[in-house]
C-alpha cells in the first residue's frame, strides 16, 4: 500500500515539473518549462498592456500581437532572471526611459513590428548584459551620437526598415564592443569569438553632405563587424535615388552662396521682368525672396537645379508698375549658414520736355487723378484678440490696375504707417494693436490723401489676461460709420455685415435718438475725456446734430451728376457708435 501511494506522489510531482499548475500562467497564455527555464507565450491575444501579475520565475517571455501600445516603468522589474523578452509585432508607441528596470541578466531584446519613433538609449543602463537588440520595422527617424554606449557587451543590432535618413559615424565609433576588438586588430574574432553584426538596409537614406562620414565608414566596413546587407541604397536627393552608397561620392558640407549676374537693372513699365540668384551650398538650401514688404502682390518664384550644388532661382514679375520698383533680396540658408544677394529694379523715368531737361522723379507707387472715378465701400469684417480685418469693395473703371493705400496710426497724429495694396487685393489685416487706444484707419486711392469721412476711427478695450484674451476678443468700439472716397449719393462704408446705403444712415439716425434720450437722464457732471463711454457719447452727438442735414445734402447731391465727387469731398465727419463682438 505504501508503495502504491509512493508511486502517485512521484507521477504527480514528475507531471507538475513538466506541466505547471495553471494558477502559475497567465490567462490566455502557455507555459512551459525545459532545462533553460521557465517560458510565457502570450500570442494574439487582447491584454492591451503588460500584466502586473506575471509570475517572477520566468526566464524567457514572448508577448506578440496581443495589442501593447507602452512600455511603462519598471514592466518586468518582478522578473528578475529574465534573459529574453520578445514583444513583437505590437503597437509599442512609447518606451519609458526606466520600462528595462531589474533586468540585469537580460541578453536578448526584441521589439520588431512596433511604432516606436524614438527609443530612450538611456534605459539600456539597467541591462548592461544585452547582447541582441532587434529594432527593425519600427519608425526610428533618429540615431544621436551616444545611442550605443550603454551596451558594452552587445553584438547583434538590427535596425533595418525604419526611418533613418542621416545618421553619424560616430554612433558606430562609440559602440562598445566594436572599440574594443578593432584595437585588438580582430584576432578574437578569427580564433572563435562572435563579430558584431548589424543591419541598416532598407532606410531612406539621404545621400548629400550630411552623410559623407557614414558612407565613407560603410565602404571600410570589415570584421569584426559584418553587415547583414552591405548594399545601402540612396534614397535622396533625386540626383542620386536608387544608387548604392559604393556608387556616390559626397563633399563637405558648405554654407551656401548666393549670387546674380545682374544686380541693378533699370526697365521700362509693363515689362515683363524676371530676376534671378544662384546658390550654391551643400546640402541643398531653403531659398526665398524679401521685396518691398509693404507692397501685396503676387510674383511667380520657380527653382531649377544647375548641377549637384547649385539651385537657380527666378522671380517673375509680370507688367512691371511703378509700385515695383526697389531692392529684391534673394536669401539661403541651410544648417551651416545662409547667405544672400539684392537686386535693384529701377523704372526708366519720363523726361521733364522735349528738349532734354531734367528728369522727373517716379513717386514710390501709381499715381491717380483727382477725378478718377471709383467707388470704395469699406468695412471691419473681422476683429481678433490683437487686431482687425479690413475688407472692402471698389468699382472702377480699371480695376487690373487699381492700387490703394492703407493709412493706420493713431487719431490726430500726423504720422500714419502706409500700406500699398495692389490690384485684385480687398482685405487687410492690421495687428498688434494696443489696448486703449484711439486709432484711425483710411483706405484711399493710389496715392490720394485721405480727406475728412474717408475713414474709419475706433477704440481698442482695455488689456486683459490671457486667459481672457484666449475666449474673448477684442472690445473694440467704433466711431465713424460712414467712410466716403469718391462715392456716390447713398453709398456708405458702415462696420455691420450688410452693405451700407441710406438705411444705415436712418439706422444710426434711430440710434442716436434712442442714445440722446438715455443720457438725458443718466448723464452727470462726471469727466469724459479720456474714457470709452466720453468717446462713445461725444461721437454719438455728433452723429445725431448732423445726420438729417447731411442726408439732405445727399439727397440734393444725387441730382447733381458731375460734381458729386467734389460734395463727397466736404462731407463732415459723421460718427455712430457700433459695438463689434
Sequence with gaps: MAATVYSVLAIALLFYRVTPGSTSCLPGCSCTSDNLGRSLLCMETAMGRIPDNVPNDFSKIRIENSHLTELPRGSFS????????????????????????????????????????SVPWTAFQDTPNLKILDLKHNRLDVLPESALRQLPGLTYLDLSFNQLTVISRDVFLNWPLLNTQERKGGKEASSGEANVVLALHDNPWLCDCRLKGFVEF????????????????????????????????????????????????????????????????????????SYSLKIIRGFTVSETRVDDETIRSQLVIPSLH???RGVYTCFANNFIGNSSVSVLVNIKSFNASSSGGAAMSLPPFPLSSADENVYIDIRISKQT?????????????????????????????????????????????????????????????????????????????????????????IHIIVIVCAMVLAVPVGMYACTTDTRCKFSCMDRCTEQCKRRRRQEKTLRTNRERQGTFDSLQAASDEGLCGDSEEVMKKRSKSSDEKNNHRGKAQDLPETTTGAKLY
Design 218 to 289: 560603410i565602404r571600410a566596413v570589415s570584421p569584426p563587424l559584418i553587415l547583414m546587407n552591405s548594399y545601402l541604397m540612396c534614397t535622396g536627393p533625386s540626383s542620386r535615388a536608387g544608387r548604392f552608397f559604393h556608387e556616390v561620392g559626397l563633399k563637405k558640407c558648405m554654407k551656401p552662396e548666393a549670387s546674380a549676374s545682374e544686380t541693378n537693372m533699370t526697365v521700362s513699365l509693363g515689362d515683363n521682368v524676371t530676376l534671378q540668384c544662384l546658390v550654391k551650398a551643400r546640402p541643398d538650401p531653403a531659398i526665398h525672396w
Design 78 to 117: 518582478k522578473v528578475s532572471a529574465l534573459a529574453s523578452l520578445w514583444l513583437n509585432f505590437n503597437e509599442i508607441t512609447l518606451m519609458n526611459i526606466k520600462s528595462l528596470d531589474g533586468l540585469t541578466h537580460l541578453t536578448e531584446l526584441r521589439l520588431q513590428g512596433n511604432k516606436l519613433r
Design 322 to 324: 511703378l509700385a515695383d
Design 385 to 473: 484678440v490683437y487686431g482687425i480685418t479690413l475688407e472692402w469693395y471698389a468699382a472702377t473703371e480699371n480695376p487690373a490696375e487699381t492700387w490703394f493705400t492703407i493709412h493706420l496710426g493713431k487719431y490726430h497724429s500726423d504720422k500714419k504707417e502706409l500700406t500699398y495694396i495692389g490690384p485684385g487685393i480687398n482685405t487687410y489685416s492690421v495687428n498688434d494693436l494696443l489696448p486703449v487706444t484711439k486709432y484711425e484707419v483710411c483706405v484711399t486711392l493710389k496715392n490720394q490723401m485721405p480727406r475728412a469721412g474717408q475713414c474709419i476711427v475706433f477704440v481698442t478695450g482695455s488689456d486683459v489676461s490671457q486667459l481672457e484674451q484666449r475666449e474673448k476678443l
